[in-house]
């Protein structure tokens, strides 16, 4: 990750929050989802640092961002993602999010009043339920996993996220995912963010998606073996006036499995 840039530091209750800014033009914020950070963007945001004043960030407690005992929940991160737009003093962004980056946009514009000239959804945790059994298993017993031995942890976290990813992805490449979740503080803030979720988060919002006040995007990978691509069309049909775009040969993690689709989908949509 030494070539993604990732320069400023914003204060948000304490904690350091990482972030860049890149280009010029309208307003463009990349929001990403968990166990990632800001790295997930870097084949799709730097064709748009020509046309867009692009922004990202690593959320709390994920990337190089603070990783603290603290809470770093669903139930802050619309917070951070309120307080950041107000910093970058910008308005109406054209904003794409991905997995829980799909639930923090949702919710600081819907619960936070922040208006977005469009929305990009790209296999977003939006509908209830969700989590795996994973996710389920972690939240009982956070304290165990968190003190796993070291090379446990090692392969615990790269399987994980190739769980993500539909096609076989090279060690190297994975390894900017995993590293912040490797040692000290990583280990313990991955299984923290886990043990963090909680389906309320997404439900304070759900029964809002109608009333959603800007253009909306959904992709959706056809392969998608975290959240079946079953629920983004539930989604579509909640959200008027929504566009649905499945995206073959690509799981969870569009942006490894195929960043020249949402590039193009972005660049229609844009």
């Known amino acids: ?20 800014v890149r280009g010029d033009g309208p307003p463009l914020v990349f929001v990403h989802g968990t166990p990632f950070s800001s790295y997930v963007w870097h084949r799709i945001a730097p064709h748009f640092f020509a046309t867009h004043r692009v922004y990202y960030f690593d959320l709390l407690g994920y990337g190089r961002s603070a990783k603290p005992a603290a809470d770093v929940s669903l139930g802050v991160q619309n917070q951070l993602l309120a307080q950041l737009l107000d910093h970058w003093n910008i308005q109406n962004p054209d904003v794409v999010a991905h997995d829980f980056g799909g639930a923090t946009a949702l919710r ?66 994975l390894a900017p995912y995993v590293e912040p979740w490797l040692g000290d503080p990583g280990q313990a803030a991955f299984y ?61 993690l569009v942006q ?9 989908a972005l660049m229609r949509f844009l």
Not at 112 to 117: A, C, L, V
Not at 126 to 155: C, K, N
Not at 212 to 240: F, M, S, T, Y
């Open 1 to 20: 990750m030494t070539d993604w840039l990732l320069d400023q530091v914003f204060d948000f209750n304490g904690h350091s929050v990482r972030h860049a």
């Open 108 to 173: 600081t514009h819907l619960l936070n009043g922040k208006d977005y000239r469009s929305l990009t959804l790209i296999d977003p945790v939006a509908l209830t339920p969700w989590g795996s059994p994973f996710v389920q298993h972690v939240r009982q017993h956070e304290a165990a996993f968190s003190g796993l031995p070291d090379y446990i942890q090692r392969a615990v976290v790269p399987t994980y996220i190739r769980g993500a990813i539909h096609r076989a992805i090279p060690d190297d490449e």
């Open 192 to 252: 923290r963010q886990i043990a963090q979720m909680d389906e309320r988060y997404t439900r304070e919002a759900e029964s809002l998606y109608p009333t959603i006040r800007c253009r909306v995007q959904i992709l959706w990978g056809k392969d998608d073996q975290w959240i079946p691509i079953e629920r983004g069309r539930a989604l579509h049909k909640i959200i008027p006036g929504s566009q649905f775009h499945p995206i073959p040969n690509a799981g969870h």
């Open 256 to 264: 490894e499995d195929a960043p020249e689709a949402i590039v193009a």
